[in-house]
């Protein structure tokens, strides 16, 4: 069964992990994407640069976050092999955990424009 320890020691890799949460971070772009009407309200463009900005915006975050995270590492732990690539996957996973936060952002908005509802309601339907 040696086959299974190597699949699992893959999968807890930091190249795979850097991959996945940076393919669900597109596929999420791309789903909320799919939403926008097409020129009515909303301008694509100004849609896909708020993407852009919000992924930026959380890969900055993760990076910083494993940079500081590589600084406290004590000196007698032996640190990653491959330093660059675990601040490949921060970043990735960073963007990615960006995006879980536009459910919360929605909510709020709800809350405090209701009449956004309706909005969303007809932008379900069509």
Same mark, same amino acid.
Request: glycine share 14%; with cysteine.
């Given at each position: 069964m040696r086959w299974i320890r190597?699949?699992?020691?893959?999968?807890?890799?930091?190249?795979v992990q850097a991959w996945l949460y940076g393919g669900l971070t597109l596929a999420v772009d791309?789903?909320?994407l799919s939403f926008v009407p097409d020129g009515r309200d909303h301008d694509?463009?100004?849609v896909a640069a708020f993407l852009v900005f919000l992924a930026? $915006?959380?890969?900055? *975050?993760?990076?910083?976050?494993? +940079? &500081?995270?590589g600084r406290r590492r004590p000196n007698?732990?032996?640190?990653?092999?491959?330093p660059a690539l675990r601040l490949v996957?921060? $970043?990735?996973?960073? *963007?990615?955990?960006?995006?879980? +936060? &536009?459910p919360a952002a929605l909510a709020v908005d709800v809350v405090l424009h209701p009449d956004h509802?309706?909005?969303?309601?007809?932008?379900?339907?069509?």
């Open positions: 190597r699949a699992a020691q893959g999968t807890d890799g930091d190249l791309l789903w909320l694509e463009r100004a930026s $915006a959380g890969a900055l *975050a993760g990076f910083g976050l494993g +940079v &500081l995270r007698a732990t032996p640190g990653p092999r491959r996957r921060c $970043a990735t996973t960073g *963007a990615f955990y960006v995006h879980l +936060v &536009l509802v309706i909005a969303y309601l007809m932008l379900l339907g069509s």
